[in-house]
């Protein structure tokens, strides 16, 4: 009589918890489907229950659950191999397996699961069947993903400069020592440009700050336009913009920024209506000599862009 009732409030226990549960015995053939996992996948109970059906209700294709996997004993790289490296041991049942998944079918825009599944075995150690709980975990999923897509934001905005969408200078110092310890590993070139606008403070005293903000926009568009897909350009300072060209020798870095000089030379500025102003850049040009330190880098390709100054503007020099 106690066994019946223990039998009674073990289904009963089975069919009321709050997690999506269904056991199938060691044929694969479905003997409990509870509530909330009618709820859950919107298949009855009176449908599964007798039946080797289970997967329908996740899967438009027959597919094995992970209770089938269980049951069949198959060897960790076998469930690897439905769950692609998905599932892992539970911590907290003997022979169980979890996994979480995206299942596209269920629901209106698809669900995410995270499901266990534990062999049941006699006191003989002979497999009786598998239980396997689902649990949705959509809700968690989207705040995760909503936090690594701010993330992301938040790391873009901290090294990007707002004016030009160029990266910033902070950007520009992690970069170029990372590009330095490169070169330094695989014994290639390095290059490094600096331009700066000439006579920018007379642009801005004529136009307005505004109209300047619009010369840094537009030369940050040349830069952007003119360079090779290995090459980052970096907003340095207020009218300076640097560009790092890895694998790159000063010759070719002289070619690239002598293309830069011109293209910005020859776009065509309107401060005013039907206005045609031409603004001009001073380029320094240098290429990493192994074993100094970023700032002589920097501090050379500074001078060599001075040189470009006093040298009348306008031009690019290069510093070996
Ligand atoms: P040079 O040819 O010798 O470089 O002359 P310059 O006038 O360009 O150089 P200077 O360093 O005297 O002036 C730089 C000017 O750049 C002064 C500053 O007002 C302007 N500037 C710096 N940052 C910004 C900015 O974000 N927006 C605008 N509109 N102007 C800026
Ligand atoms: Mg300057
Ligand atoms: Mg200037």
Redesign the pocket.
Known sequence: MKKKLDGELLSQVLQKISVPTFVIDREHIVIHWNRALETLTGYQAVEMVGTGDHWKAFYPLQKPLLADLVIDNVREHAIAGYYDGKYRKSFLAEGAYEVEDYFPGLGEEGRWLFFTATPISDANGVMLGAVQTLQDITERKKVENELRESEKRYRELSITDS?TKLYNSRHFFRQLRQEIERAKRYEEPLSLILL???????Y?DTYG?LE??RV?AVLSEVIKTNLRSADSAYRYG??EFTVILPETECENAGLVAERLRKSFEDTVLSPLPRSKVHMTV?VGVTQYVTGEEDSVLIKRADAAMYTA?TSG?NRVCQVR
């Open positions: 004016l700066d606008i000439d006579n920018f403070k007379g801005n700050h300047g903000d840094l207020g009218e001073s100054k503007k």
